[in-house]
DNA sequence: ATAATTAATCAGGTCTACCTGACAAAATGC
DNA sequence: GCATTTTGTCAGGTAGACCTGATTAATTAT
């Protein structure tokens, strides 16, 4: 298999690309944080980003937490004012977490810093770019799902989905 | 500028990527953990595989750590087994720092969890996709660059380099 | 030879991401 | 209507990545 040796280049660079975002930010004034975007308080602000007004146990579900965690990162946000809380209406035990205008904000600027060496690419490379990922991002749905035999974690595919989706729709509409 | 929308998309899928690699982790046995690649033991174990026998202040220099921190994280990772600690020779005051086998074993695999998702590209895709991530680790080594103009991180460029060109031949080498 | 510098250490701390266990207050099932 | 389930809270804990301050031991500079 030649391929093995293509195979390896490439995950050398892509080494060289992660450590690169780490660096990138350790020295630049925007701390937008690719380290802490998927986990704790940053998880939950993109699943909010999906979709707002969500109840913790909606976020227990979707991102694979304790509800003390939820809580815990919940209570941080609101702390930094990212979120805000309310109790619902209709059934006087969950708590409905919401963005603040701060906090859509700041979601948003979180997910543009990672475009910025995308620069470097011309449209056909971008096209390319935008091929790979796909396929890449394929094969690691498929990955996972198979890791994961007990398909609970839909909720983290079927939330992806929607993120996902959602962000592209914003940046076409823009 | 049309490219703005190709680049959002772009960046959309490099999201979903990125938190694709953090959900993998976590129900995956593979301990690889993409996370702490780049990060106290694992940034150590990461220069250590560019050049053994470092000691700890080239360390310092080399990924911009406080010496206790370097002393921390490499006091744990003797405690795993991963490297060893003795004092130099010729200047009594140094400790020089080197991977064990296991420690050598252990950077290999850490490394290698990585390509996994590349079995979705085909040749084509793999050259594509090299090409990309030269040109973008470009752009960020020239960002960095521009973001820290005192210029002292140079150490973290040279070092980059040296990794990233040894992890290369290694592989070629396979 | 004494002063200044260098490499590393010890002690202690902060902050973040998690977790478990115990529990209260609502909602629902029978 | 009481037992059970559900949602969330409080208290407390682990572990990792950092950091500052104070100190020691070895080296070099004058």
Known sequence: MADLINQGKTAGKLVEFGMLQNIAEDDSQHKNDYKTLFQGQGKILLALSDNDDLSQKDLVDRLNMTPQSVAEFVRKLEGRGLVSRKKSTTDKRVTIVSLTKEGRLETEKRMQVIPRF???L??????QFNNILDK????????IKNADPTLQNKYHQMMLNHVM???????KEL
């Open 122 to 127: 011309n449209d056909e490379e971008l096209l």
């Open 136 to 143: 890449i991002n394929e094969q690691m749905y498929l990955d």
């Open 165 to 171: 989706t959602k962000i592209r729709d914003d940046k």
């Open 118 to 120: 995308l620069r470097a």
